[in-house]
C-alpha cells in the first residue's frame, strides 16, 4: 500500500530515492534516476526490501511508457526483465520491438547543426523526409513526434504517424493519436483510443490518460474509479495521490476569494498586444471589489492608449502609473508596492502583462490560502498561450546542479552554479499531472499572490536582477529563509504569452541577461543557506504528502 513506500527506506541511498520520489513522480529522465537506488534495494540484506525492489522495476516500465519508441529505456527495461520475467507478455513483446526498430545513425552532425542554430522548418522537413526513407526506424518517428509537440504543429505529428507500424507496437500508435485528441479536446475520441491502447497493451498510464479524459468530461465516478485502479497498482505515484487527495476530499473544487481589500499589480513595456489581451481576460474575471494597478514602464508604443480606453471603461477600478523610463521588472514591483494606497491594503497579486486569466482564479488562489495560511506566496500552473498542452511553470523544488552539493570555492576563485529548481513538468505534456495543491520552494512570477504585510517584511524584489529574469525566484527563496515558503495551485491554469518552441526564440542580450542573473542569485544565496531551505522544504513536502497517502489509502 501507499504507507510502505515511504515506511520501508531505510538506508542513505533508499531515502535519497524516497525524497526524491516526493517531489514527483513523471518524466522519463526522472523516474529512471529514482528507479536506480530502488532496484539497489535488495543489497541492503533486508528481504523485506524486495518490495522497493519491485517498485523500482515498475518505475522503470513507467519510464518507458512516457516514450515507448524509446529504445535505450526499453533495453534498460528489458535488461531487468530478463533477470526474472515479470512483464505481461504483450508489453515486453513492444519493449522488444521497441529496442529492436530503434536504429540512431552513426553521423547526426547534421541533424545537431540544424538544432543548435534553431532552424526548426529545416527540422520538421529534415525529420519527415529520414521518417519516410527509414519507416521502420522509430529513432526518426520518435524525434519527429518530439519535434511537433515541441513547435506545436499537429499536422507535422500527424504526417510522423503515417507509414507501418511493427504490430507489437501498434498500441503506441493509438496512444499518440489519442494524446492529438485529448490536446484538441476530442475528448471521448481520446477515451476511446486510450481504452483500444490499454487493450492491445495493459499500460498503467494508458489508463489513467483515458481516467483524466473522462474527469474533464465531467464522468468523475468513472475517473475516479480507475486512478483508484492505477493507484493500487502503482503506490509510489507521488502525482497521482496527490491528484486523487483533492478529486476525493473536494480540494480541487474549492474557491474562495481572499477576504480583505485587494491590490493587483501589472506593469508593462512596450507589449501593447499582450497587454490588452491580458487586461481584457483580467476584467472579465471575477474580481469582487478588488482594484487594478497597471505601470506603463516606459512603453513608445500605443501602451499609453491601451490604458487610457480602458481607464475610461473601468474608472476608479483601474489606476495608470505611467513612468518616463524603463526601470526594469524588479523596480516595477517595488514601485507598484509601495505606492500609498497599496501598501495599506491586505492582499497583492502580481501578474505579468502576458498572461491569460480564467474567470475564477482569484478564488482559487484564495482557496490555495485557505488550505495553507502560513505561507508566504501562492501561485498556479502556467501552461503556453500557443500550446496549452505544455507546462511553463508548476510547483518548482530546490536541487543540486549534478545531485550534489558543490564543494566551497577556493579564496579569489568564483563560485560555480550550485542549485537549480525541479523539471519535471518539461519532461511531460500536461495531462492532469500537476492538477493539485501543495507547499514548495517556489512558484512562478507570472500570477502570484501574497499578503501585503509579507511583501513589506521579506524586503523588495531585487533590482541586482534588473531588467528581468529570477528575481521572483529569488524572492521566494528569502520567503524560505523566513520559512514562509510558496504554495502552489494547480487548478488553476494560466494561460502565458511568453513563447515556447520556434516562436520563443531570444535575442543574445535577454539570453545574456538571463544566464547573468542566474549566477547572482547563486550568489546571493550561499550552498549552506540553500541546503536549509532544502532541508525545510523536504519536510514540509512530507508533513504535507503523509496524511494524504493515509487518506487516499483508507479510501481504496
Known sequence: MLSNVWEKPASPDLRA??????????????????????????????????FLYELGRDMLLSAWEEDPLDGPSAARLLEEHEKGPWLDKAIADAA????????????????????????????????????????????????????????QEPETARKALDGPWPKELLFASHS??????????????????????????????????????????????????????????????????LRLYDALTGLDKKESRPPGEIAILVYSHNKVSDLEKTLTSLFQSDLGQAKVY??????????????SAFKERQGKRLSVITLPVNIGAPSARNWLLHLPEVCGTDWCAYLDDDAKLPQNWLSKLGAAADAYPDAGVWGCRVCDFFAPHIMQNVDLHLLWEGGQKPRPARPGQAASSIFTTSNLHLQVL?????????????????????????????????????????????????LGVMRKGAVYQGHVRILHMKKTGKAGLTTQAEYGNAIANKHKVQAMHPPEQIEKIMAWEQEALARDFMPKAEFVAREL
Request: charged share 25%.
Open 294 to 307: 497597471v505601470l506603463d514602464n516606459g512603453s513608445t508604443d500605443n501602451t499609453p492608449q491601451v490604458l
Open 96 to 151: 522488444y520491438a521497441a529496442q529492436d526498430h530503434w536504429r540512431p545513425p552513426q553521423d547526426l552532425s547534421r541533424f545537431s547543426h540544424m538544432i543548435s542554430r534553431r532552424e526548426y522548418d529545416k527540422i520538421t522537413s529534415y525529420l519527415l523526409q529520414q521518417t519516410a526513407k527509414e519507416p521502420g526506424n522509430l529513432f526518426w518517428r520518435q524525434k519527429a513526434l518530439a519535434h511537433a509537440a515541441a513547435i
Open 176 to 241: 499518440i493519436q489519442a494524446h492529438i485528441h485529448f490536446m484538441n479536446q476530442d475528448l471521448e475520441r481520446a477515451a476511446n483510443l486510450f481504452e483500444k491502447a490499454a487493450g492491445q497493451a495493459p499500460l498503467a498510464s494508458l489508463v489513467e490518460k483515458k481516467a483524466e479524459a473522462h474527469f474533464r468530461m465531467q464522468d468523475t465516478e468513472t475517473a475516479l474509479s480507475l486512478w483508484k485502479d492505477v493507484i493500487k497498482k502503482r503506490p509510489w505515484h507521488t502525482n497521482l495521490a
Open 17 to 50: 530515492a524516497r525524497d526524491n520520489l516526493l517531489l514527483g513522480s513523471v518524466g522519463k529522465l526522472h523516474l529512471m534516476q529514482t528507479a536506480k537506488a530502488f532496484l539497489r534495494a535488495p543489497e541492503t540484506g533486508d528481504p523485506e526490501n524486495m
Open 430 to 478: 500536461d495531462f492532469g499531472q500537476f492538477n493539485y495543491i501543495r507547499p514548495c520552494a517556489s512558484v512562478t512570477g507570472c500570477c502570484h499572490l501574497f499578503r501585503t504585510q509579507t511583501l513589506l517584511e521579506s524586503g523588495d524584489f531585487s533590482v541586482h536582477l534588473s531588467p528581468s529574469q529570477y528575481d521572483d525566484l529569488e524572492h521566494d527563496l528569502r
